[in-house]
């Protein structure tokens, strides 16, 4: 086969470009890294196990722990704030391959972010058509948020898991949708904004056409993320497991006025925020934005849904905010932006999330000023 041969084969391959960038910005960066540990003598691995990575891999090597830990009346943070699927696979993983569980979980979570490149991909060519599809493949690739697929972070699961739900909500197998959202429920708390998809689904479902069938997806959704909550309290003791570490360990709470908050602190003073404030400015003005814009361009309920349950879920947790990488997770706003602009102006974004994305890249393995 001559080499112009597998240049044309390659270029029928659905969302070549896209994966193609996802996985040369992947090699850069573990490049890059390498090349910076010749003088400090770090391995690769260890330096992309930052961040929630160094938790997740406390929980594949130790488990959870079997009761709340407190300093200075407050409950430490531990392994109980992050949930079991993502570090359960990696410690299964590990041990059939032989290989160290951090190079698995670098792995896994690198394999998972090229297989969400490749169903946003799916998932929009369902309501829109090929040249659209490959731009929303094209940009979630490059989005500012896709540096967490370098890390040891359970991001590409969880979005496995919804897309391809989303995919079964369209298609309306209910069973299907509601098992993939227990799953999802069960490796992030961001599932719970899949199953509040399935439920606004099913409702027009019922409203529309009287399909009872379509319960079985928001009856099913949260059971991953109740059956943790479950275990916790049999585990530690505590029914509050979760939530108290999440608040006390990480400063973790839901609050309806954080994102006005955000909002006014920068109006009246855009000197004053942080660079943490900055980011979460702009991240809440861009999801405003693409919200709106996703809107406009009449996606699909369930995909709308899920966009904007995202959206409220992250605006409304502090000190989280609509950050790149929670923004990656509203994904319905990204593919918004790429279906609905094309040319120059489609160009412009893509280099300019690509810009974001090399930032926060470097940011994130070079300092500890703004978590991720």
Sequence with gaps: MSGETRVKRLAEVPYARAMGAYVAVRLLTVLVVALANLSTHHSWVSDLSTWDGAWYLRAVYHGWPSHLTYVNGRVAGSPIAFFPLFPLAIRTLAHVSGLGAATVG????????LGVVYAIGVLTSHFADHD???????????????????????????????????????QRRWVRAGVLGALASITSPVGLAFAATCAVTSLVALAREREWRSLAAPLLAPLGFLAWMLYLWRHTGSIMAWRLTERDG??????????????????????????????????TVVAIALTVLAFR???PLPVLAYGVSAVILFAVSSPVGLRPRFLMLAFPLTIAAATHFEGRRFRAILALSSVALALMTVETLTSWAVFP
């Design 106 to 113: 670098v792995l896994l979570s690198g394999v998972t972010g």
């Design 132 to 170: 659209r599809a490959e731009r929303a493949a094209l940009l979630f690739a490059l989005s500012p948020g896709g540096f967490v697929f370098n890390l040891i972070y359970a991001e590409g699961t969880v979005l496995i898991f919804m897309i391809l739900g989303l995919l079964a909500l369209l």
């Design 250 to 283: 990480w400063n973790s709470y839901p609050s309806l006025v954080y994102p006005v908050r955000i909002l006014t602190k920068f109006l009246f003073n855009p000197l004053s925020p942080t660079m943490t404030g900055q980011m979460l400015f702009w991240g």
């Design 297 to 299: 361009e009449h996606q």
